[in-house]
């Protein structure tokens, strides 16, 4: 499994639940204009992270990883970062980042391989899901679906269902279910559905938006 997580746990680089109800056209409309307005002011985001690598199908199998996120979007520049201090609960010291279009594993000790080094930098609009991205940005990547509000850990969101409009993305990724608190631009939840029973699902915590970062936020040392 460590070839398919290493490259969605990126993503880097995203829960009480209500009744699922009929929504309207206009609910949609309204959610990704508050994306719009909070994208306006979004610049980075520090959160804790759980990323949840799991398999149905042939053999059930669940990867867990646990650590620190870090978002930061300057301009049309976007970088993303994962520091991971536990894994399967042991201790860990892996570190995913990705800047200007290039994905660094700290645990091969070397750049990761080209192949996924070019996965990385076209997903990389794809990545950035619900950290910063405005509605329009969405819109114009998936096409959305809005399925109601919930509560994720005290916090109302709103749920949505993104399916790639990009028919080589969604070869990889079936669709995305993601909670989000649109009102600072942020996902709480994110569920990539990667289709024959393997899905990912990360889960933020502790999320602090606009406040400053670690000068080591985007590179290996701890």
């Known amino acids: 499994m460590h070839s398919r997580y290493s490259f969605v746990s990126l993503a880097l680089v995203a829960l009480a639940i209500l009744p699922l109800r009929p929504a309207h056209a206009q609910d949609l409309a309204t959610v990704l204009a508050k994306l719009d307005a909070a994208a306006k002011d979004f610049h980075t985001t520090t959160a804790t992270v759980e990323f ?24 049309t520049t976007f970088q993303m970062a994962g520091h991971i ?12 980042v990705l ?19 070019t996965q990385a930098s076209k997903y990389e609009g794809y990545l950035m899901l619900g ?13 959305i679906k809005y399925l109601d509000q919930e509560k994720i850990d ?25 909670w989000m608190d649109t009102t600072r631009a ?17 889960h933020y915590t502790n999320i602090k938006v606009n406040q400053p970062l670690p000068k080591n936020a985007f590179n290996f040392d701890k």
């Open 52 to 75: 949840d690598s799991i398999q149905t199908d042939p053999v059930p199998d669940t990867d867990v990883q646990k650590g620190t996120a870090y978002y930061q979007r300057s301009g």
């Open 186 to 202: 942020v996902s709480l939840k994110v569920i990539f559905d990667e289709g024959q029973g393997q899905s990912y699902v990360c």
């Open 85 to 96: 201090n536990e894994h399967n609960n042991h201790p860990s010291g892996k570190t995913y």
């Open 154 to 178: 005290g916090v109302l969101t709103d749920k949505l269902e993104l399916v790639a409009k990009d028919p080589t993305v969604r070869k990889n990724i079936v669709k995305v279910t993601a």
């Open 131 to 143: 950290f910063g991205a405005s509605g329009s940005q969405l819109a114009e990547k998936w096409d």
């Open 99 to 117: 800047s200007h279009g290039v994905l660094r594993i700290s645990e091969t000790g070397k750049e990761a391989d080209a192949k996924t080094i």
